[in-house]
């Protein structure tokens, strides 16, 4: 499959440990923000959202910080598993624009 | 599956040409955006239309077009393609304008300009 990006930030985690990925964001007055998570040939897939009103929001095996002063956004996953392997994106929004600004990606590895 | 289908799935073509690449959204889905993903630049937006009408414009080039027809599909033309035009192309959908909500992705076309 195509590659996403050769010179991407890479996590290493070892299977069933957990994962934080972390994204540093642009624009102090977005105020919704996604998690993508995009493998290989495939096209980017929601993964969890939250709104600039929340600081924390937790899906099944995910969850997603939100720092605002910081301007911080990070996300947990438990205990990882080989499918999780991908490139994650958080992308930002504000309401009155329907561009989504994309981060440039980490690249999650998980070893057995 | 996102539900987005994006056709074709490959493309290959020389300098100079013009291609049409194919979006249909999510049923239900008035939004239609497009985006490009090249190695060296990540995912960068470049046309956003709902219900038929252009929205929201973003790093576009004058040779890059689309349009949002009755039926909601979308296409995105390229025209005097450049070797730097080479990358992923993705539509997105998502149901509402005028609410920020979540834009689901399709699988991508793959475009090599050779």
Same mark, same amino acid.
């Given at each position: 499959?195509?590659?996403?990006?050769?010179?991407?930030?890479?996590?290493?985690?070892?299977?069933?440990?957990?994962?934080?990925?972390?994204?540093?964001?642009?624009?102090?007055?977005?105020?919704?923000?996604?998690?993508?998570?995009?493998?290989?040939?495939?096209?980017?897939?929601?993964?969890?959202?939250?709104?600039?009103?929340?600081?924390?929001?937790?899906?099944?095996?995910?969850?997603?910080?939100?720092?605002?002063?910081?301007?911080?956004?990070?996300?947990?996953?438990?205990?990882?598993?080989?499918?999780?392997?991908?490139?994650?994106?958080?992308?930002?929004?504000?309401?009155?624009?329907?561009?989504?600004?994309?981060?440039?990606?980490?690249?999650?590895?998980?070893?057995? | 599956?996102?539900?987005?289908?994006?056709?074709?799935?490959?493309?290959?073509?020389?300098?100079?040409?013009?291609?049409?690449?194919?979006? !249909?959204?999510?049923? +239900? %889905?008035?939004?239609? =955006?497009?985006?490009?993903? *090249?190695? $060296?630049?990540?995912?960068?937006?470049?046309?956003?239309?709902?219900?038929?009408?252009?929205?929201?414009?973003?790093?576009?080039?004058?040779?890059?077009?689309?349009?949002?027809?009755?039926?909601?599909?979308?296409?995105?033309?390229?025209? !005097?393609?450049?070797? +730097? %035009?080479?990358?992923? =192309?993705?539509?997105?959908? *998502?149901? $509402?304008?005028?609410?920020?909500?979540?834009?689901?992705?399709?699988?991508?076309?793959?475009?090599?300009?050779?």
């Amino acid at each position: 499959g195509e590659s996403v990006g050769l010179h991407l930030p890479t996590l290493s985690v070892q299977e069933g440990d957990n994962s934080i990925i972390n994204c540093a964001y642009s624009n102090s007055a977005s105020d919704y923000f996604i998690w993508y998570k995009q493998e290989s040939g495939k096209g980017p897939q929601f993964i969890i959202d939250i709104r600039s009103n929340m600081d924390k929001r937790q899906g099944q095996r995910v969850t997603v910080l939100l720092n605002k002063t910081v301007k911080h956004l990070s996300l947990q996953i438990a205990a990882t598993q080989p499918g999780d392997s991908a490139v994650y994106f958080c992308a930002e929004l504000m309401d009155s624009s329907y561009k989504l600004i994309f981060g440039s990606g980490t690249r999650l590895l998980v070893r057995p | 599956d996102s539900g987005v289908t994006q056709t074709p799935k490959h493309l290959i073509t020389a300098t100079g040409q013009r291609v049409t690449l194919r979006c !249909s959204p999510r049923s +239900g %889905d008035l939004s239609v =955006y497009w985006y490009q993903q *090249s190695l $060296d630049q990540g995912l960068q937006f470049l046309i956003h239309y709902y219900n038929g009408e252009e929205r929201a414009k973003g790093n576009i080039l004058e040779r890059f077009s689309a349009q949002q027809f009755p039926d909601l599909h979308s296409e995105l033309n390229l025209s !005097s393609l450049e070797l +730097g %035009d080479s990358a992923l =192309y993705f539509c997105a959908s *998502s149901p $509402d304008r005028v609410r920020a909500d979540t834009q689901y992705f399709g699988p991508g076309t793959r475009l090599t300009v050779l």
